[in-house]
Structures are given as C-alpha cells and as structure tokens.
C-alpha cells in the first residue's frame, strides 16, 4: 500500500496562491490514479481534484475549474495541486489520496475510490 505525504500549506491572502505537493512511497506510484480532497471547518470532505496514473487527464471540481491545476511527476512520485485566485472558502485541510488500479474517468470525483489517504496540510485564506 502506498504512504502518502502532504506538503506546501499555509496561510496566504485572498487572490494569492499555493502549490501543494504530495509525496508518494511503498509501492508503485503510476499504478495509482491519485486525488485530492479537502474538508472545511465543520464540513465533509469534499472533492477538490483528481488525475490519472499516466497524467494525461485531470478532473476537478466545477468551483475549482480554472484555478486549480492537479499534475503528477511519476519518476519522482509526487502528485501537485497548483491553487491560484485562492478564496477565504478555500480554507481548509487538504489531502491527497490514492486510488489503485488504472482508473479513469468521472469515477475519480467518488471519494470511496481513494484507498490510501495523507494526513493533510492545512490551507488557510484570510480575506
């Protein structure tokens, strides 16, 4: 089972942005399509973005559209999250999670595919 490692949280203003890293070991990283998620104050995790094992499609959240972009490097096993015009309702924990097997597709928004989890990196936005 792969171990997972968040990094590149912070607190930044509102407009700015972040780019979040997640560190991948234990297993091979490109049999995993990987995600991220994010749970706010006092709310369910909820899907923030997803990409293949291969990187050649990403998913995401329609409020994250065109500013979030989800990559992934294989030879260094680490999957990115690059948040730009970050909000106040951005603020949150934010994980990267693992999903074995090649998938694809809409399917990667399901959380219940993602079978290994990181412990998150906090992200906060002050307006």
């Known amino acids: 089972q792969v171990q997972l490692v968040e990094s590149g949280g912070g607190l930044v203003q509102s407009g700015g942005s972040l780019r979040l890293s997640c560190a991948a070991s234990?297993?091979?990283?490109?049999?995993?399509?990987m995600g991220w998620v994010r749970q706010a104050p006092g709310k369910e995790r909820e899907f923030v973005a997803a990409?293949?094992?291969?990187?050649?499609?990403?998913y995401y959240a329609d409020s994250m559209k065109g500013r979030f972009t989800c990559s992934r490097n294989n030879a260094k096993s680490t999957v990115y999250l690059q948040m730009n015009n970050l909000q106040p309702e951005d603020t949150g924990v934010y994980y990267c999670?693992?999903?074995?097997?090649?998938?694809?597709?809409?399917?990667?928004?399901?959380?219940?595919?993602?079978?290994?989890w990181g412990q998150g990196t906090q992200v906060t936005v002050s307006s």
């Open positions: 999670a693992a999903a074995p097997g090649l998938l694809t597709g809409e399917i990667l928004g399901a959380l219940k595919v993602y079978h290994s």
């Open positions: 234990g297993d091979t990283f490109s049999n995993y399509a």
């Open positions: 990409i293949s094992w291969s990187g050649g499609s990403t």
